[in-house]
C-alpha cells in the first residue's frame, strides 16, 4: 500500500519525531511511504479567521501535492478535518477543484483511523511501562468521528497502565487562532485541563494532535509540573522499540 505524509505545520517545524515515529511503524506494517515536498499548511489558520480567499491559495497547493496520492496519512485529527469537511465547501464554485477537493477528502486519514480501520491493526508488539491519560482532541472526535481507535491501539501496549481523564472531552482551550484571539479564556480553559490531567496522577498524556498537546503541556511546564506530553504515535514507536530492546 502506497501512503503519502501530511505531515503538517507543527510536526514539521517543532515536533519532528513525531512524524518519524509515524513513518517508520507505517513501514513496518509494509506500506511503501512518500512524502510529497511539495506539501505547505492546510489553510486551517486562515480560514478560522475568515480569510476563506487566502485559505482557497493555500489549499491549491494542497491538492497540486496530493493529485496522484492514493491515500494520506495524517497524525492531526485537526487538519485532517479541515481537509475532509471544508476543502470541498472553499471550492464549491469551481467545478474542477471541487471535483479534486472531494477525490483528496475521501482518502485523507488520522493516523490511529489508518491503523485500525483500514490496516486492521491494533497490537503493534509495543512496551511502555508507565501510566499515562489520553486526551481526546476536539476535531479528532467531533469532526472526525475518532473515538475508541487510539485507545484500542494503546489497550494493547504491554505495560501502560491507562487512566481515565476526568472530563476528557472538555476543549484544552487551544483551538489554533482562538489561543492567541481569546488569550485570557484559553488560559483558564487550559488551566482547567492541566488540573484535570494532574489528577490522574499519570506520568504521561497522550494525544493525538500536536496542538493540543504543545498547550497543555506548555502550561505545565509553566506552572513547574513534570509530565511527559507524547503524541500517540510517539509513544507507539518507542514502545516498539522498548520491546526490541533499541535505546534511542
Known sequence: MRVSLFITCLVDSV????GVGMTRILQQQGCEVVFPPQQTCCGQPSFN?????ESREVAKTFLQAFKDADIIVSPSGSCVGMIKHYYPELFANDPVLHKQALDVSNKIYEFSQFLVNVLHVEDLGAFFPQTATYHPSCHGSRLLGIKDEPMRLLSH?????????????????????????????????????AE??????ASVLIGTDMGCLMNIGGRMTRRGERIRVMHLAELLYEGIQNANGVTS
Do not use: Q
Open 15 to 18: 515536533f519532528p519525531n513525531v
Open 49 to 53: 479567521s475568515g480569510y476563506t480567499a
Open 157 to 193: 501496549v504491554t505495560g501502560l497502565e491507562l487512566r481515565d481523564l476526568p472530563y476528557a472531552n472538555d476543549c484544552c482551550g487551544f483551538g489554533g487562532t482562538f489561543s492567541v484571539k481569546m488569550g485570557d479564556i484559553s488560559g483558564a480553559m487550559v488551566d482547567e485541563k
Open 196 to 201: 484535570h490531567v494532574l489528577e490522574t496522577g
